[in-house]
């Protein structure tokens, strides 16, 4: 099928929930992705902030196809070699005093759980988000985004929700009480346009909550695997080394194949029991395959040091270019802001056959690539940039 056939069969019969680039993705490897027209893209937005390893990488690929000819799927009710290995995988990598992992099959599913865990755990109900902040589209998640276009299509709001400012704790103390079960947060927002906090928020967000009893969850979503230059954001020089009581993860986990999870420390298991939590398809073993895989390809690779590379080659490349007020986020989890709305420049970047991915603030264009993605690709964006709408691309068809 050429494009025109697959775009109008696709709309026929699928619901029109999203705006959609003009193109048919077909075969992808590493950063680049090849479409239904031959035609070949740089993929800086990471198919959608999931392909942290890179479009089809060998080791993650391999692992599949080799679980896929034992057994698909079973799952938490029997054991599993790949299950035990991943989950042990994921907690040594994750700061110390997280130590038990709940698997799921996404961002969303991630956070409903884990603030249901801190609900359980403190017996109180009321949780605690911020302005900017964007927490996945089921019904607590929902009601814990601030942004508006979504958290008005999740109404009725479960009850017990509150706002309080991005980086300002005294906003956090006028709504934090002993009524509190917690806070969640993504340490950087990424939708809202890659905001970002001081390090020290972090710190003071973990004594008031230590002070009052409160539990915290940052929302890894994005920002874990690797992403910002660290493994995680909780327990880097960041968060100002601050561990929360749950890391929530989804996205970049299995490099494709949807897998979510919940990282605990004790204070959060010793309240879990059987039956507490569930998913049919949580911790199913084409999804450990992909996650154990893709946690290997990243240490393997150091997919983490090129994480910091990028960014300050980014940085240095875009240096005092007209038009750019800022580069914000860290690894690859970067925004950059223009004087100019965003829209013209995604488009003229996507017709000259780089995708990069938009954010609620009209400015900031954001980046989220392969963590391997190399610095002559990143170049490909900054001459892109430096030259306007006059660039020519320099990718080879
Ligand atoms: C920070 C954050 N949390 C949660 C989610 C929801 O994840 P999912 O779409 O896998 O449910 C997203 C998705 O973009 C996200 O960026």
């Given at each position: 099928?050429?494009?025109?056939?697959?775009?109008?069969?696709?709309?026929?019969?699928?619901?029109a929930t999203y705006k959609k680039m003009d193109v048919a993705v077909e075969r992808g490897e590493g950063s680049w992705v090849w479409t239904s027209e031959g035609e070949k893209y740089l993929d800086?937005?990471?198919?959608?902030?999931?392909?942290?390893?890179?479009?089809?990488?060998?080791?993650?690929?391999?692992?599949?196809?080799?679980?896929?000819?034992?057994?698909?799927?079973?799952?938490?009710?029997?054991?599993?070699?790949?299950?035990?290995?991943?989950?042990?995988?994921?907690?040594?990598?994750?700061?110390?005093?997280?130590?038990?992992?709940?698997?799921?099959?996404?961002?969303?599913?991630?956070?409903?759980?884990?603030?249901?865990?801190?609900?359980?755990?403190?017996?109180?109900?009321?949780?605690?988000?911020?302005?900017?902040?964007?927490?996945?589209?089921?019904?607590?998640?929902?009601?814990?985004?601030?942004?508006?276009?979504?958290?008005?299509?999740?109404?009725?709001?479960?009850?017990?929700?509150?706002?309080?400012?991005?980086?300002?704790?005294?906003?956090?103390?006028?709504?934090?009480?002993?009524?509190?079960?917690?806070?969640?947060?993504?340490?950087?927002?990424?939708?809202?346009?890659?905001?970002?906090?001081?390090?020290?928020?972090?710190?003071?967000?973990?004594?008031?909550?230590?002070?009052?009893?409160?539990?915290?969850?940052?929302?890894?979503?994005?920002?874990?695997?690797?992403r910002t230059g660290n493994w995680f954001f909780a327990g880097s020089d960041l968060a100002d080394g601050v561990v929360p009581d749950i890391v929530s993860l989804a996205k970049s986990l299995g490099?494709?194949?949807?897998?979510?999870?919940?990282?605990?420390?004790?204070?959060?298991?010793?309240?879990?029991?059987?039956?507490?939590?569930?998913?049919?398809?949580?911790?199913?073993?084409?999804?450990?395959?992909?996650?154990?895989?893709?946690?290997?390809?990243?240490?393997?690779?150091?997919?983490?040091?090129?994480?910091?590379?990028?960014?300050?080659?980014?940085?240095?490349?875009?240096?005092?270019?007209?038009?750019?007020?800022?580069?914000?986020?860290?690894?690859?989890?970067?925004?950059?802001?223009?004087?100019?709305?965003?829209?013209?420049?995604?488009?003229?970047?996507?017709?000259?056959?780089?995708?990069?991915?938009?954010?609620?603030?009209?400015?900031?264009?954001?980046?989220?690539?392969?963590?391997?993605?190399?610095?002559?690709?990143?170049?490909?964006?900054?001459?892109?940039?430096?030259?306007?709408?006059?660039?020519?691309?320099?990718?080879?068809?």
């Open positions: 099928m050429n494009f025109n056939e697959i775009k109008q069969l696709e709309d026929t019969y699928q619901l800086l937005y990471g198919g959608h902030a999931v392909c942290a390893t890179g479009h089809a990488h060998p080791h993650v690929v391999k692992a599949i196809q080799d679980q896929a000819e034992k057994v698909l799927f079973y799952s938490n009710l029997v054991y599993s070699d790949l299950r035990a290995r991943a989950a042990e995988k994921l907690i040594s990598v994750a700061p110390a005093d997280l130590t038990k992992a709940f698997f799921c099959n996404s961002g969303t599913e991630a956070n409903e759980n884990a603030m249901r865990m801190t609900r359980m755990a403190t017996g109180r109900e009321k949780i605690i988000s911020f302005s900017g902040s964007f927490h996945g589209r089921t019904a607590d998640s929902i009601s814990a985004t601030f942004l508006g276009k979504y958290r008005d299509i999740g109404k009725p709001n479960v009850p017990g929700h509150v706002m309080a400012e991005f980086g300002s704790l005294e906003s956090v103390k006028a709504v934090a009480d002993h009524e509190t079960a917690a806070i969640i947060l993504e340490p950087i927002q990424s939708m809202a346009g890659v905001r970002e906090a001081e390090p020290r928020f972090f710190s003071e967000l973990r004594m008031l909550s230590d002070d009052l009893g409160i539990m915290l969850i940052f929302d890894e979503v994005q920002t874990g695997i690797g490099s494709g194949i949807p897998v979510g999870a919940c990282l605990v420390n004790e204070k959060v298991s010793f309240h879990i029991k059987e039956n507490d939590l569930g998913t049919t398809f949580g911790g199913g073993m084409l999804a450990m395959a992909a996650t154990l895989a893709t946690l290997e390809a990243v240490e393997n690779d150091k997919m983490i040091e090129n994480a910091r590379r990028v960014e300050s080659y980014l940085r240095d490349s875009l240096a005092g270019v007209p038009g750019i007020v800022a580069i914000h986020g860290k690894g690859c989890l970067l925004g950059i802001e223009f004087a100019e709305k965003w829209d013209q420049i995604h488009s003229r970047l996507l017709e000259n056959k780089i995708i990069t991915g938009t954010s609620s603030n009209p400015n900031v264009l954001r980046l989220l690539p392969p963590l391997n993605v190399a610095a002559e690709q990143i170049e490909l964006l900054s001459q892109n940039l430096i030259m306007g709408s006059s660039a020519v691309y320099s990718g080879v068809a």
